[in-house]
């Protein structure tokens, strides 16, 4: 038990380096990669991310359309299929944009827990969940893998404060998280309601902020 956790943490610990076959960033070499039919992709069942936004998801598009697929998506081979661990972005704009093959990397991912592993900080470091998902992230990672804050802090490069704090937001209610998510409640606003020790306090002033537009500073 204790080596399998260690070894949970040290594939964490290298995050997208894990992932990508290049840690520096450079575009890998041909032998490294392949181009797959897109229809034999399938979604990450543990993607973190919820929301795509379409107005960014259809400037992807028009890249995709002018310039290709740079970064290739990065696939486990299951049940004959190709499931994604990181790019669904990219895998959804493809589509879109009418590809039938895409550059994929294939990792050797075994167990459920690296997929959802590798998902998570992929999209972290990429910064591409809003603070909602990041928090439900931040939380898997604390229940899957039994990370401390402090280690999640180090692995996804923010201060433990940061972490905390974004988890905490899970413990507002569910209109409040759906109203952050959607962009109609900041960061600021978030901490304020959590200052509130009562939902019904909590519900009144989010009503409040939404009616008046009001801001925090």
């Known amino acids: 038990m204790a080596s399998a956790e260690i070894d949970k943490k040290s594939v964490l ?3 997208l380096a894990s992932l990508i076959p290049d840690a520096r960033g450079n575009a890998p070499t041909k032998r490294q990669y392949f181009e797959c039919d897109i229809e034999k992709i399938v979604p990450n069942t543990y993607q973190p991310r919820k929301l795509f936004d379409k107005a960014a998801l259809q400037e992807l598009v028009d890249s995709i359309k002018a310039n290709g697929i740079i970064q290739p998506l990065i696939v486990r081979i299951r049940d004959g299929h190709y499931e994604l661990i990181a790019g ?4 959804r704009a493809a589509q879109k944009a009418g590809l039938t093959k895409v550059p994929v990397v294939v990792k050797e991912v075994d167990q459920d827990v690296h997929s959802l592993e590798m998902a998570l900080i992929e999209n972290i ?6 603070c909602i998902e990041e928090a439900i992230a931040y939380q898997q990672l604390v229940d899957q ?11 996804v490069g923010k201060s433990r404060a940061t972490v905390a704090n974004t988890i905490r937001l899970l413990k507002l209610p ?7 998510s959607a962009g109609k409640l900041t960061m600021g606003h978030a901490r304020s309601l959590l200052a509130l020790e009562q939902t019904e306090d909590q519900l009144a002033v989010r009503e409040e ?4 537009k009001l801001s925090v500073r």
């Not at 209109?175 to 952050?180: A, G, K, L, S």
């Open 209 to 212: 902020i939404l009616r008046d």
């Open 145 to 155: 893998f039994q990370l401390s804050h402090e280690e999640i802090a180090t692995r």
């Open 88 to 91: 669904e972005r990219r895998w």
């Open 125 to 130: 470091q990429r910064q591409e969940l809003n």
């Open 174 to 180: 569910a209109v409040i998280r759906e109203d952050i």
């Open 13 to 15: 610990g290298r995050g």
